[in-house]
Antibody
Framework: QVQLQESGPGLVKPSETLSLTCTVSGGSINSYYWSWIRQPAGKGLEWIGRIYSSGGTNYNPSLKSRVTMSVDSSKNQFSLKLSSVTAADTAVYYC???????????????????WGKGTTVTVSS | EIVLTQSPGTLSLSPGERATLSCRASQSVISSYLAWYQQKPGQTPRLLIYGASRRATGIPDRFSGSGSGTDFTLTISRLEADDFAVYYCQQYGNSRWTFGQGTKVEIQ
């Protein structure tokens, strides 16, 4: 059973770069897209972006200028960097797997089937 | 970018009642790419429905999804105590995901 675990500093100073890693266990990182999602306290879910196991990326346009994602298949890990952070970037950060399910004759089903437990990142001096 | 608008923001109901949650998209969504998640306080979102109407593994049959195009619905036929939570719809399109803002189902 695939499990995801986020790791990284829980406190980041304003204007610095937030760095998180998601470790995939119980399965391979290969042949999937892997997403980052965040959730400020008491608010909804915001998709940050995703990375394919071979390194291709898609980012949320609202964050694109500050986001960099990378993957290390040898370690079964992928990472997020968010630069120039402010208090507005304080949130719980989740990693998740984008899963392509069965083909229904027209499209494959597509959803996020496995999520990490999330890690809280606070931006404060 | 496709915007998902969920309504109502909060639904106050009693156990045993039926809950109907709406998710409206700003443009047509491919049904195969529309999912619903449940999130309880302090917990990770859990996949309930994918492909607009298909229940994920282990999800009770009191949860059902329907809809197409721009209008989608999550129905909980008879609320149980464990169902009081926040529900999010989500869609994939143009190589990006978007979420609705969530509907909170609370005990009346």
């Amino acid at each position: 059973q695939v499990q995801l675990q986020e790791s990284g500093p829980g406190l980041v100073k304003p204007s610095e770069t937030l760095s998180l890693t998601c470790t995939v266990s119980g399965g391979s990182i290969n042949s999937y897209y892997w997403s980052w999602i965040r959730q400020p306290a008491g608010k909804g879910l915001e998709w940050i972006g995703r990375i394919y196991s071979s390194g291709g990326t898609n980012y949320n346009p609202s964050l694109k200028s500050r986001v960099t994602m990378s993957v290390d298949s040898s370690k079964n890990q992928f990472s997020l960097k968010l630069s120039s952070v402010t208090a507005a970037d304080t949130a719980v950060y989740y990693c998740a797997r984008d899963f392509r399910g069965d083909y229904n004759g027209y499209y494959y089903y597509y959803y996020m089937d496995v999520w990490g437990k999330g890690t809280t990142v606070t931006v404060s001096s | 970018e496709i915007v998902l608008t969920q309504s109502p923001g909060t639904l106050s109901l009693s156990p045993g009642e039926r809950a109907t949650l709406s998710c409206r998209a700003s443009q047509s969504v491919i049904s195969s790419y529309l999912a619903w998640y449940q999130q309880k306080p302090g917990q990770t979102p859990r996949l309930l429905i994918y492909g607009a109407s298909r229940r994920a593994t282990g999800i009770p049959d009191r949860f059902s999804g329907s809809g197409s195009g721009t209008d989608f619905t999550l129905t909980i036929s008879r609320l149980e105590a464990d169902d009081f939570a926040v529900y999010y719809c989500q869609q994939y399109g143009n190589s990006r995901w978007t979420f609705g803002q969530g509907t909170k189902v609370e005990i009346q």
